[in-house]
């Protein structure tokens, strides 16, 4: 994403790159975006992106369907727990200590990964109604937890479920129907002011 696109100049958001010293984490419920704004957020502040379910894959030379389906949820979980443990650590050998990493939605309800993402981290919270992300979700076919049953269904019980592990983190973006350039703003915002 270019800088022209956002409510910022360049000199801004370069000066707010150099106020960041430890990694950016998104969380959020499934198809709220944390994948796809992480990485223009991480283009942006021109630092590196690492999305927790794509190492998870690459790690288990497996999709997240495919570990789904021969070991099942709490195997996944337990990948899941491990990698965001790792990626934390390794954060600090970036330049800055500035990464942008993307949670898959349901690492930050793990106590022990929540703790070490509230404790090291820049939290975002990105959310979104019901609608939205079933809409968004219906996009693309590799959410194993969304084919036990009614999508919509799922996504409103998960969100309810998840929202009092999501609302512990100090910084709350709405993502609405606009475009991603649109939550992009509200994050440096949120960055800015929470820094
Ligand atoms: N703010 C946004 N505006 C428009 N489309 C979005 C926005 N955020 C996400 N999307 C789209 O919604 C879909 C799901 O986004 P993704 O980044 O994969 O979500 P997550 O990683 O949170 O599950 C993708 O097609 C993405 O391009
Ligand atoms: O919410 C969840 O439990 C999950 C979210 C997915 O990631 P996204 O949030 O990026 O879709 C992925 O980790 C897995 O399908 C489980
Ligand atoms: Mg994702």
Redo the contacts with the bound molecule.
């Keep these: 994403m270019d800088v022209q696109q956002t409510h910022f100049s360049a000199q801004e958001i370069a000066a707010l790159a150099r106020r960041i010293n430890r990694p950016i984490v998104l969380v959020?419920?499934?198809?709220?975006g944390?994948?796809s704004v992480g990485k223009r957020l991480a283009s942006l502040l021109d630092c590196a992106f690492v999305?927790?379910?794509e190492e998870i894959e690459r790690s288990a030379q497996m999709t997240?369907p495919e570990i789904?389906d021969a070991f099942g949820e709490a195997y996944?979980r337990d990948g899941?727990r491990r990698v965001i443990a790792r990626l934390m650590n390794e954060s600090a050998g970036e330049p800055g200590g500035r990464i942008v990493i993307?949670?898959?939605?349901?690492?930050f309800c793990n106590a022990e990964t929540r703790a070490a993402i509230l404790d090291k981290a820049i939290t975002i919270w990105l959310d979104s109604e019901v609608d939205t992300l079933v809409e968004r979700?219906a996009r693309k076919d590799?959410?194993?937890?969304l084919k036990q049953g009614d999508p919509r269904e799922i996504l409103a019980k998960?969100r309810a479920e998840r929202e009092p592990y999501y609302s512990q983190a100090p910084i709350h973006v709405v993502s609405g129907n606009g475009p991603h350039v649109q939550t992009i703003n509200k994050v440096l915002q949120g960055i800015s002011q929470w820094l």
Aim: charged content about 20%; proline content about 4%; glycine content about 20%.
């Design positions: 959020g419920m499934m198809g709220v944390k994948s999305d927790a379910d997240i789904f996944f899941e993307a949670t898959g939605g349901g690492a979700t590799n959410r194993p937890l998960l």
